[in-house]
């Protein structure tokens, strides 16, 4: 027979003591345990470059995913739903811009339904809007068409291989997350200096290094390496791919053969997702090295931040360039 | 002012000029452009040889299809889609369209799109394609192969799948990515009876995995119900079923690389008056083995699942959607796209009936253009 007795000690009931003891573990708890941590700011970044410069510049307080992984050609990544997933719960969108997403960004950006990163909200970001006035190469003279294939009308967009856009960018991030969390303004700015320190220290050692190759002249195989090239003042003489998107005629091969031979040493360039085939074929008839090169942050293993990617690229740079036939010479 | 220079200025403002020069800048005219949709129009051209049909329009050149587009935010509130379509006639009989020269004119979506609704709801309203399996949905210029698979254009529709009304989008707090969409429509689509008052409606569950950065899983169910075409003014009901598997891969270490899409979907019409079992299905592969090539399979059946004996009976009235047997369907094709924008493809399609032995063996070649602001495709 069920006696209440069993379950009294000292005059309280069991049930009581019990309610007591959990109620001090869970308030114990809270003087023992950190209290609810401060939501960081969730970011999220299209391009693999942008998402490694939003963590060193939001560090601590933020939490950044990017949609396109280094590897992948980002005109053309799949806009999977379990992208726009990922962009759900977003606070800030940093992106590239200069239409380099267009073909997946506006789908993702919808499929998402986040009013916080919609356009002209303080979660979207552009981060071509980093460049200054006169920043943004190759910008359409006159009349645009698809005959040029699939061009980018507002100019080219791969400015990140131009490590001192990669500051900049820095900056306007640090701005943008000291709106959105002002308490930490302070940081985010602090880290974007630290930031454009640590590249400037190493952007010296790169410009030297690839100023000492002696490679003055390249054919590329897309417009990829424009920013590159005005940074480290080299001289684009042809692109394979002339019409962006499409692949090139035989007739414009064997005239920018031609022209390779002319110019001759020159260094043909890919990126590691283009058709190395047709790079290679190019430097072959030419009788000149291919140096296939990561475009992003992550494209390849070794190329594991910003700072990497131009490290991997001077020293595949260095080996072409050892390489190369000493015709100057 | 000199009368030559008003007369000037008069044609200027006649021939739209100012409206050019004032694009940027106009807010006192009323002129601007920048708030202008993005448009677009797909064509489809096609030359097509029927070995066992020789007459009608089977055989030539036509235009089989243009779509035009208009895509935009409208306020804070709403973006908004609006797409009108032009096909031959012969698809669209019955239809109270506007007809032109052996085309239907018709407006294929136009809807809105709700941007701030709480809790990660989506809601669209207007005339949309209904999210019956992977293929119903899709515009003409999307299609896999020239023609629906004859499952899809028994039971549903032979191009956009559309209907008017609202339906809301939820997804689902999971570790995949699963959303569902319910919704309520007027009942207009070709499988629903037009003429009758009740409210068609359905649902859609998408699930859909990521396997590798490449490969994803597809699996997701379908079902609606509404009135039956097929008893106009009778107030039977349909209810559809569909399920669809797809598995994709596309390989990611080159642009315009390898791609593999294997899909496969059924349905399974139940009318509340109707004899026999109808059921569909198809199956299709799409391989890049080229940067700028595709080959692609397709089989499909779609039957009546009638008895077929009773259906040889003097007297007996048949089916609707021009379904009495048993089709089966074979199809391959070759395309070349060179851009995103244009491809052009040859089609090898054979046809039989299973119950009558009668088949058709044809030929087509399809062009397909997109000019202009054409949003992107979904995954």
Known sequence: MLNIDNFRSAGRPVVIRIGMFLAMMVFGAGLVLPGPAQAKVKVVATLADLGWIAEQVGGDDVEVEFLCKGHRDPHVLP?????????????????????????????????????????????????????????????????????????????????????????AVGHLIAERLAVLDPAAADRYRQRADQLARRIEERQKDWETRIGGLGIRKLIVYHQHWEYFAAWMDLEIIGVIENRPGISPAPRHVEGLIELGRQHNPVLVIAATWNHIEA????????GAELAVLPGSTLAVEEATGYLELFEVICRNLETAGAARPKADS | MPFPAKTLIYLMILSGIPALALAQSSTLTGASRSMNPAISVNGLIRGQASRDNPTGDLNGFKIDGVEVQFTSVVDPFWKANFNIGMHPAHAHEGEEDAHAEGMVVHVEEAYLDGQSLPADLGLRLGKFALPFGKHAPLHMHQFPFSDAPVAIAAFLSDHVFADTGAMGIVTAPVPWYSDLRIYGVSGEAAPFDAHNKNLAGG??????????????????????????????GENKKVDMYGADLTWKWISSARTRGPALNLTVEALWPDYEEGEGDPWGWYGLAQYRFHRN?????????????????????????????????????????????????????????YHQDKVTMEDDLRFIVQANFTIGSHPAHLY
């Open chain 2, 293 to 349: 090539w595709w080959l692609g399979l397709g089989v499909g059946q779609a039957d009546a699942g009638i008895d077929h004996a009773a259906a040889e009976e003097p007297g007996h009235e048949g089916h609707d959607h021009g379904l009495e047997g048993d089709l089966r369907e074979y199809k391959i094709n070759l395309t070349f796209a060179p851009s995103e924008f244009s491809a052009v493809r040859a089609e090898m399609v």
């Open chain 1, 79 to 167: 806009a999977k739903p379990s992208l726009a997933r990922r962009m759900k719960k977003a606070d800030l969108l940093v992106y590239n811009g200069l239409e380099l997403e267009i073909g997946w960004l506006p789908l993702l950006l919808d499929a998402a339904r986040n009013p916080r990163i919609r356009p002209g909200q303080q979660g979207e970001l552009n981060c071509a809007l980093a460049l200054g006035e006169g920043g943004i190469l190759e910008v359409p003279v006159g009349e645009v068409d698809r005959s040029q294939g699939d061009i980018h009308p507002l100019g080219n967009p791969h400015y990140l291989l131009d490590p001192r856009n990669g500051i």
């Open chain 1, 279 to 286: 790079a290679a074929h190019v430097a072959g008839k030419i």
């Open chain 2, 203 to 232: 649902g859609r569950l998408t699930n859909l995995w990521d396997l590798t950065d490449d490969a994803t899983l597809e699996l997701s169910g379908s079902y609606l119900h509404g009135p039956d075409a097929r008893h106009p």
